[in-house]
């Protein structure tokens, strides 16, 4: 498999080693001249000197010739152009990586579905993971986009019924179970969330936007 990786990111280069471990072909695009010489020392494959955003990197890095594209900068805006430049060159797989959820619309409006927000990711990982609940082992019985959201039971929540709740969700996601000091509460339609519970919620990544800025507003 050929991949063309945008960016020097610990994500962009962690993926990089991978595939090469793997013995993928794997083309690198830095914009930074002193990082792309550096790269080209240290990693086992190609890099190319450019912006991952513009054609004509693209085309040096011959990206027609590519099965996957990942957009992994620093920047959410300059992934999204990445993206959407690579589908031009009919790359199949196109993987975009996200800081910010608020952009998962509008990269699913361009037919950019397959998002990588690491942070989040991260988040939930670790907090479930201290409670003893092992997302890495639920995630291998997860398919396609589904995904897992938690969140915390404010005073505006409270008293309602885990029923209700499931109606105002957004399509295709539902209760998975509701935390409690320190219990877990199968999600029966009957529970009656309480202020400080926490929900974890199974749904798909394209809903993730709209439920971080319903249940987690900053």
């Known amino acids: 498999m050929r991949v063309l990786i945008v960016g020097s990111s610990r994500l962009a280069l962690q993926a990089a080693e991978i595939f090469i471990e793997r013995g993928d ?18 990693m086992d494959c190609a890099v190319v000197e450019g912006d991952g955003a513009d054609p004509a990197t693209q085309a040096a890095a011959e990206a027609e010739d590519a099965d996957a594209f990942i ?3 620093r920047e959410d805006q300059t992934n999204i152009v990445a993206a959407l430049v690579a589908r031009k060159f009919g790359i199949e797989e196109v993987i975009v990586k996200l800081e910010n959820p608020d952009y998962i619309p509008l990269c699913e409006d361009h ?11 991260f988040a939930m990982y670790v907090t479930e993971m201290a409670r003893g609940l092992n997302l890495a082992e639920i995630g291998e019985l997860l398919r396609g986009d589904a995904r897992l959201f938690r969140f915390l039971v404010d005073e505006t929540l409270e008293g309602e019924p885990v029923y209700q709740l499931n109606r105002e969700l957004p399509e295709d996601s539902s209760v998975v179970v509701v935390l409690r000091e320190g ?26 936007a709209e439920l971080t800025r319903k249940y987690t507003p900053s």
């Open 111 to 121: 037919g950019l579905d397959k998002l990588a927000l690491p942070e989040l990711s």
């Open 183 to 208: 219990a877990f509460l199968p999600a029966r339609e009957e529970v009656v969330l309480q202020e400080g519970d926490e929900v974890l919620v199974i749904t798909r990544q394209r809903n993730l």
């Open 25 to 42: 072909e794997v083309v690198i695009i830095e914009i930074d001249p002193e990082k792309a010489a550096r790269l080209a020392e240290q």
């Open 71 to 73: 957009a992994a900068t």
